[in-house]
Structure formats: structure tokens, C-alpha cells
């Protein structure tokens, strides 16, 4: 895969910071997600602003420890290795 570099204000790059959803997420991976959110919300405004909502208490949720490791959800589901 190419790569290229691009300049961020510093502002902008904190901005950016927030929306990650865990800390390793790469900024590749972080941008591709709000093209995706943008072009949804393009396509169905409607349905996009609930979708919206529901990330955002996700995120919530998720930064208050309200998830279940993925070791947790295989004891939870009596799924063995």
C-alpha cells in the first residue's frame, strides 16, 4: 500500500484524536471511518443522524469500560479456542 504524508494544524490533529476509538487506531483507519460516515450521511440523513447518535453513546460507553473483552465474550458464549 502507498503512503503519503499531510500536514495537520494541531488543533485539527487533537480533533481528529477524539474520535478514536481505541488508542492504537491508526490515522488511516480513523479517516476512512468519517469518509464512510459522510458519504452515509449524504445518502440517508435521516437514518445517518440516528446512526450518529448510536456511535457516539457506543463511544460513551466504551471509554467508560462498558465492553466486554473479547476473552469475556468467548467465556460468555462458551466459545473454546
Known sequence: MQQTTIKLNTVTKAELDKFKQYENESYDELVRKLVRIVLMCKKQPSLS??????????????????YYTEEETKKILGINK
Open 49 to 66: 443522524q440516528k446512526t450518529i447518535r448510536e456511535i457516539e453513546e457506543s463511544r460513551a460507553q466504551i471509554k467508560k469500560g462498558g
